[in-house]
């Protein structure tokens, strides 16, 4: 079943996600096209070239004229009216003002309510599956517009239609439906009667085509980019949707009211629905119990959310009171303390000089962290000859993170408990903890890790057992000659500066790669691909990618996952240096995939992840 699967996809994924478009639809040749159909796309082709005349009819007047339209048939008619009052019920208005909001909805030209309710709730009901009106595993253009011009489509599928017997029941929906279009041609008239060309470009022109797509966008977007695959929250469209954009609180809680459940995703149709519920307009404002949240998110609750993310702070350690400091804390956090001092000489010794060889030695930290301690001693991804292994992590050694014994066997710890409490550094005790807290709290990992024998191979080697015990030599050397070399400016930029930044770089792949970002592959943990710290760690942030496949020495395998380390390990294979490169199999990848194991019990559906 599996490779018969495979067989029939092969459409790829929408880039930057993890959606797999399975089916392909045809959006303009080789379909049938309906009257309907050329009907809905001249319609629709129509005002995006109205709203082209936007430039040369641009005046402050028709401009906010549009704007304050938007506002009206956007957030009153479609977003507070048809979806959240009409489709879902989530909240009671007086009918005078349910009507008055509908009719907003109705000139936002997006068709008349029982047609956009009865499609919205077949989404709901059947979505991501064939009878989805809009999915995206059609494709995204499918998905944002392509549907709309494709009536086969719809009515081979929902032939009765009749979800929507509520709707229909009342004289004022049938009506608008029976007479939908006369509407819009009168509100057309009346728009030219009162400002002429501009007011009919912008109003129905501009401000139509900008409604149309951001209402798309909760459609197509909001199944394919953000956070949570298939459906997701996504702050931009979030934005300009008055808060339709947190879709996938709203697909968890199809009935609330409210959909950026956290305080600050923004949701302005919230805010007003909040407002009408203050001076006793909107009644029956349903919200998700604090049970179903909960039950969703993890059972033991307790110290709270960090922000901005989904991942909850179950336990709880003091850093600095209340706890005790053995005598090696206290050492340790002196030791990070004094770097952070000196970098803050930063400003006032400043030279091009200085500047230029921090950043030189910070490439060589790189290659002596990332590279070598990480991604050859630690993961054994590839193989470099010794006398290039020992340079590398010598490099290591001098980005001032401990020595290579050390740091490997934290770090295989971290792969082999990880988020559970002999995890040295997960994020469930905390951001601050997660990110530098636990380097000072040696309670903590010497009660877990009294013997540290998963680190015998380097053990084994005199270098290394060398290093571990000269240790601190190496760096006050290493200061001494800084300091002969280029003064104080260089101890300040190349121990301070560069030391402190790669200090929270490396801290940053602890804490936000198992906090913020995206998830791809289906591991155990809270791990996460992030962008912004893949780009300052030289691919380190691809980290869900690197829980998933350990032993690889590519983490970024996306192409546009940029992952200078790996690049360089290529040369160095390029050359002959590096041998032995793993990267991560086709099958071990199809076995990984979140996108396969979300839709595995969606019945009749097969997915496979692209290489
Ligand atoms: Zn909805
Ligand atoms: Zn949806
Ligand atoms: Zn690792
Ligand atoms: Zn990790």
Redesign the pocket.
């Known amino acids: 079943m599996w490779s018969r699967g495979t067989k029939e996809l092969g459409h790829g994924r929408i880039y930057f996600s993890n959606v797999v478009v399975e089916r392909k639809r045809n959006l303009f040749w080789g379909r049938k096209w309906r009257s309907l159909d050329i009907k809905m796309a001249f319609g629709i082709l129509f005002f995006h070239v109205l709203s082209l005349f936007a430039p040369v009819t641009f005046t402050w007047d028709a401009f906010w004229m549009a704007f304050f339209s938007y506002l009206l048939s956007g957030v009153l008619g479609i977003t507070m009216c048809y979806h959240r009052l009409l489709a879902h019920h989530s909240l009671k208005l007086p009918k005078w003002l349910e009507y008055t909001c509908a009719y907003l909805g109705v000139q936002a030209i997006q068709r008349d309510p029982i047609y956009w309710v009865s499609i919205h709730r077949y989404h709901h009901q059947y979505v991501e599956l064939e009878k989805d009106p809009h999915t995206p595993t059609y494709g995204f253009w499918f998905s944002h517009m392509g549907w709309l011009f494709d009536s086969g489509y719809i009515m081979e599928k929902y032939q009765e239609r009749k979800n929507v017997e509520d709707l229909k029941n009342q004289a004022f929906y049938r009506f608008i439906k029976r007479t939908y279009l006369w509407h819009i041609f009168g509100f057309g008239a009346l728009v030219y009667a009162w400002g002429g060309f501009p007011y009919l470009v912008w109003i129905m022109g501009v401000r139509t085509t900008w409604g149309y797509h951001v209402t798309f966008l909760v459609n197509s977007a909001c199944h394919i980019w953000g956070h949570q695959p298939w459906n997701t929250n996504d702050l931009l469209v979030a934005i300009v949707t008055f808060g339709e954009g947190w879709h996938n609180n709203h697909h968890a809680f199809e009935y609330s009211a409210r959909h950026g459940l956290e305080w600050w995703q923004i949701d302005l149709c919230w805010y007003l629905i909040r407002f009408l519920e203050s001076i006793g307009l909107a009644t029956n404002v349903k919200l998700p119990t604090h049970g179903s949240m909960s039950s969703r998110d993890t059972k033991e609750l307790g110290h709270g959310r960090i922000y901005f993310s989904n991942v909850i702070v179950k336990r709880k350690r003091n850093l600095f009171w209340r706890r005790k400091w053995r005598a090696v804390d206290i050492k340790m956090a002196f030791g990070i303390l004094f770097f952070h001092v000196l970098a803050l000489f930063a400003p006032f010794t400043f030279t091009w000089d200085a500047f230029w060889m921090a950043f030189l030695g910070h490439l060589l930290s790189a290659v002596g962290i990332t590279m070598c301690y990480?991604r050859l001693l630690?993961?054994r991804s590839f193989k470099l000859p010794k006398w290039l292994e020992y340079t590398c992590a010598y490099f290591g050694v001098l980005a001032i993170q401990r020595d290579p014994i050390y740091w490997v066997s934290i770090?295989r710890y971290h792969?082999q408990y990880v988020e559970s409490e002999k995890d040295p550094h997960t994020p469930t005790y905390g951001f601050w903890f997660s990110h530098m807290g636990w380097l000072f709290d040696s309670g903590f990992i010497m009660e877990k890790y009294q013997e540290r024998n998963n680190v015998e191979d380097l053990k084994s080697q005199a270098f290394y057992r060398f290093i571990k015990r000269t240790y601190l030599w190496h760096i006050f050397g290493f200061g001494v000659l800084l300091y002969a070399w280029g003064g104080f400016p260089y101890l300040v930029w190349i121990m301070g500066v560069k030391v402190t930044w790669g200090f929270h770089v490396t801290f940053l792949v602890n804490s936000a790669c198992h906090i913020w970002g995206n998830r791809v592959w289906n591991t155990d943990d809270l791990s996460t691909n992030n962008w912004w710290v893949a780009m300052i760690t030289f691919g380190e942030g691809w980290h869900n990618n690197?829980h998933a496949f350990?032993y690889s020495a590519r983490h970024g395998l996306e192409w546009w996952q940029i992952d200078l380390c790996w690049y360089v390990i290529c040369f160095l294979e390029s050359i002959g240096l590096a041998t032995n490169v793993k990267v991560p199999t086709q099958d071990h990848k199809s076995k990984k995939s979140l996108a396969r194991t979300i839709k595995s019990n969606v019945p009749h559906k097969i997915i496979t992840p692209k290489g």
């Open positions: 990480h630690a993961h770090h792969h690197h350990e």
